[in-house]
């Protein structure tokens, strides 16, 4: 019952580089989201995914790029790295909200720590 | 555009007194409101959420979140702190399709 998983944990970079973050959720959950957690600024959206094959934009979608080709993956890519992209990052999903009370609550992955030197 | 605003970057309550840690929110519609909480180096854990019926839900670990449409307020709060409850604490809004989070709220439990 893994739930949420994203890999790397930990990833330190140079400017330029690029890099790819995975995660993976085993919920059959529709809606899948990057986060990223800077001191201060709490939680901002990076972008988001509401089914397979689809993506939009959040609150701080610049100088990132994600993919969803697969229902249970989300992956957040860094064409080129810069110090601002230093962060914790986080994965989320969740289900849909069914009747009453049920569903709607994310669901959070470990978080990757990204340090871009 | 919805918006969350916890007012307090940290809250200091002595051990076995009540706590509230407060939340305002901006959306339109409906709102769909939530409260996670996050210890060191690890990821948010779902405490408890809003979606309809009665004002005042209750959640884990002994917390419960009073619902105020008038005030657009959705505080959280708890009878009696414990030392484990000190932990970071986001307030949530889920709008169509995004959920948007507060800035947190340290609480700080003083034995």
């Known amino acids: 019952n893994a739930g949420v998983t994203q890999t790397p944990k930990f990833r330190v970079l140079k400017t330029g580089q690029s890099m790819t973050l995975l995660c993976a959720q085993d919920m059959n959950h529709e809606y899948m989201y990057w986060y990223r957690q800077d001191p201060g600024m709490g939680l901002r959206l990076i972008h988001y995914?509401?089914?397979?094959?689809?993506?939009a934009k959040g609150e701080v979608p610049d100088g990132y790029n994600v993919s969803r080709l697969k229902k249970q993956n989300f992956l957040l890519g860094l064409e080129s790295a810069a110090p601002s992209q230093t962060s914790v990052y986080f994965c989320?999903?969740?289900?849909?909200?069914?009747?009453?009370?049920?569903?709607?609550?994310?669901?959070f992955g470990e978080g990757s720590r990204l340090t871009v030197l | 555009a919805q918006s969350v605003a916890q007012p307090e970057d940290q809250v200091n309550v002595a051990e076995g007194n009540p706590l509230t840690v407060k939340c305002t929110y901006s959306?339109?519609?409906?709102?769909?409101l939530f409260w996670y909480v996050q210890y060191p180096n690890r990821g948010l854990q779902f405490l408890l959420k809003?979606?309809?019926?009665?004002?005042l839900v209750k959640g884990s670990y002994g917390f419960e979140a009073e619902f105020n449409k008038s005030q657009t307020s959705f505080h959280l709060k708890k009878p009696s702190a414990l030392v484990s409850d000190s932990a970071l604490y986001f307030c949530a809004v889920r709008g169509y399709q995004k959920v948007t989070f507060g800035t947190g709220t340290k609480l700080q439990v003083i034995p």
């Open positions: 995914s509401v089914g397979e094959g689809t993506t």
């Open positions: 959306v339109s519609g409906n709102p769909y």
């Open positions: 989320a999903s969740r289900p849909p909200l069914a009747g009453g009370q049920r569903g709607g609550e994310l669901f």
């Open positions: 809003y979606i309809t019926g009665d004002n």
